[in-house]
């Protein structure tokens, strides 16, 4: 169905640095994991915990310090996603796609572009996207066209699918090629005329995300909204580092969530083995190894993703073709890791807490849901052919937003 407009945004706080915004972040992960389970199960968007996600800042933390932004480090952001993965998978999904867009706004936009949208952004407005297309050849495929109407300005044409955030959003970036071919980004009002949002995302995991479709019909876009987002992939760069490695931060998330769940069922619902001949399943000293196991492949999964944060950071400082190509290496490892994390832990979590945690009513299989159907927005196999290329003959990976 279509979905009206967003109500207006809260006016949000201004973060002061990156230990602000872990702060910021610690304590909205504790308040969405609360009824993380029951938005699950309801499909209930949520709308007023984006808010709350406006409110507290942490949606500008990335617009830079001579724009009033806190500027935080990527190490910073990975570890908010991080959080917030764990807590609600669904709700840090969502601004995935706002920071990518910031960040293009950053590597591409105009100084005066620069100055409206950030000052958007410190006030909690919201980017969604318009990115991917479904019907054509591969997803890197776009068909979406922005024509120029004579006037100055340009008309925006299009379907797009798994529109993550649109729903919910202030401003829906629309990826599309000009006339000439060439990759633009066109910052849309999400009630603009022409523009529809029909939530139609009936995926079996991450099912809060309101990743439906977006429809575009002759939507006016002025000059001024539009970014040659083209230039950004004509020079070293990080867009699409840092887009993959907050992907990497929801899946390590997502693994940490599960893991701490089944401890907390195990301690408290799971009954002892038989054999075991201990009072309690949390001293069945088969299920300790087995949860020493699950522990270390978390903490190996958040240390790359750690690393992944040093590396952008490092290559932001000093950038080169080199610096860009490493530090997209470091985040594809980090990923790839995460990846199999996600899945390994969430279908660990029934292995180690028995057959009650299959209930329905308990929900837990929603973060094996939520994993399954994350780790799909990447295939990680073609991350491993770009790390196995630059371990073997020093190959620096292609420029493109997917590494």
Same mark, same amino acid.
């Given at each position: 169905?279509?979905?009206?407009?967003?109500?207006?945004?809260?006016?949000?706080?201004?973060?002061?640095?990156?230990?602000?915004?872990?702060?910021?972040? !610690?304590?909205?992960?504790?308040?969405?994991?609360?009824?993380?389970?029951?938005?699950?199960?309801?499909?209930?968007?949520?709308?007023?915990?984006?808010?709350?996600?406006?409110?507290?800042?942490?949606?500008?933390?990335?617009?830079?310090?001579?724009?009033?932004?806190?500027?935080?480090?990527?190490?910073?952001?990975?570890?908010?996603?991080?959080?917030?993965?764990?807590?609600?998978?669904?709700?840090?999904?969502?601004?995935?796609?706002?920071?990518?867009?910031?960040?293009?706004?950053?590597?591409?936009?105009?100084?005066?572009?620069?100055?409206?949208?950030?000052?958007?952004?410190?006030?909690?407005?919201?980017?969604?996207?318009?990115?991917?297309?479904? /019907?054509?050849?591969?997803?890197?495929?776009?068909?979406?066209?922005?024509?120029?109407?004579?006037?100055?300005?340009?008309?925006?044409?299009?379907?797009?699918?798994?529109?993550?955030?649109?729903?919910?959003?202030?401003?829906?970036?629309?990826?599309?090629?000009?006339?000439?071919?060439?990759?633009?980004?066109?910052?849309?009002?999400?009630?603009?005329? /022409?523009?529809?949002?029909?939530?139609?995302?009936? /995926?079996?995991?991450?099912?809060?995300?309101?990743?439906?479709?977006?429809?575009?019909?002759?939507?006016?876009?002025?000059?001024?909204?539009?970014?040659?987002?083209?230039?950004?992939?004509?020079?070293?760069?990080?867009?699409?580092?840092?887009?993959?490695?907050?992907?990497?931060?929801?899946?390590?998330?997502?693994?940490?969530?599960?893991?701490?769940?089944?401890?907390?069922?195990?301690?408290?619902?799971?009954?002892? #083995?038989?054999e075991s001949g201990v009072d309690t399943a949390a001293e069945d000293p088969l299920t300790i190894q087995r949860f020493g196991e699950l522990g270390i492949r978390l903490r190996a999964a958040e240390a790359l993703l750690d690393s992944?944060?040093?590396?952008?950071?490092?290559?932001?400082?000093?950038?080169?073709?080199?610096?860009?190509?490493?530090?997209?290496?470091?985040?594809?490892?980090?990923?790839?890791?995460?990846?199999?994390?996600?899945?390994?832990?969430?279908?660990?979590?029934?292995?180690?807490?028995?057959?009650?945690?299959?209930?329905?009513?308990?929900?837990?299989?929603?973060?094996?849901?939520?994993? !399954?159907?994350?780790?799909?927005?990447?295939?990680?196999? #073609?991350?491993?052919?770009?790390?196995?290329?630059?371990?073997?003959?020093?190959?620096?990976?292609?420029?493109?937003?997917?590494?």
């Amino acid at each position: 169905m279509a979905f009206p407009s967003t109500a207006p945004t809260p006016v949000a706080a201004v973060l002061r640095d990156d230990a602000d915004a872990l702060v910021q972040a !610690r304590r909205l992960a504790g308040s969405f994991a609360v009824e993380a389970a029951d938005r699950d199960r309801e499909r209930r968007l949520p709308r007023t915990e984006l808010d709350e996600l406006s409110a507290s800042g942490l949606l500008a933390a990335t617009v830079p310090a001579d724009h009033g932004g806190a500027d935080v480090g990527t190490r910073t952001l990975l570890e908010v996603f991080r959080l917030l993965g764990a807590a609600d998978p669904s709700i840090a999904q969502i601004p995935q796609s706002h920071f990518a867009y910031v960040n293009v706004l950053r590597e591409s936009a105009t100084p005066q572009q620069k100055r409206f949208f950030f000052a958007d952004v410190l006030a909690g407005k919201r980017f969604g996207n318009a990115q991917s297309e479904t /019907g054509s050849r591969t997803a890197q495929d776009v068909q979406t066209r922005l024509r120029p109407t004579g006037d100055g300005g340009f008309a925006l044409n299009g379907t797009k699918g798994y529109s993550t955030g649109a729903l919910l959003a202030h401003w829906i970036p629309v990826l599309a090629k000009d006339d000439a071919d060439r990759l633009q980004v066109a910052y849309v009002p999400r009630d603009a005329d /022409g523009v529809t949002v029909i939530d139609d995302w009936v /995926g079996m995991g991450q099912r809060t995300t309101a990743s439906g479709t977006v429809e575009l019909r002759d939507v006016r876009v002025p000059a001024e909204r539009i970014v040659p987002h083209h230039m950004t992939f004509q020079r070293p760069q990080l867009h699409g580092a840092l887009a993959q490695a907050l992907h990497a931060a929801i899946d390590v998330g997502i693994a940490g969530g599960a893991l701490a769940d089944a401890a907390e069922f195990v301690r408290t619902r799971s009954r002892p #083995w038989g054999e075991s001949g201990v009072d309690t399943a949390a001293e069945d000293p088969l299920t300790i190894q087995r949860f020493g196991e699950l522990g270390i492949r978390l903490r190996a999964a958040e240390a790359l993703l750690d690393s992944a944060g040093a590396a952008i950071d490092d290559a932001r400082a000093d950038l080169t073709e080199e610096t860009a190509g490493s530090a997209s290496i470091a985040v594809a490892a980090a990923k790839a890791f995460a990846d199999a994390t996600a899945i390994e832990l969430t279908n660990a979590l029934f292995e180690v807490s028995g057959a009650r945690s299959s209930l329905d009513s308990a929900n837990l299989h929603r973060h094996w849901r939520n994993a !399954r159907t994350h780790t799909l927005h990447d295939p990680v196999r #073609w991350k491993i052919q770009h790390i196995g290329r630059h371990t073997l003959n020093g190959t620096l990976p292609p420029r493109h937003g997917q590494i």
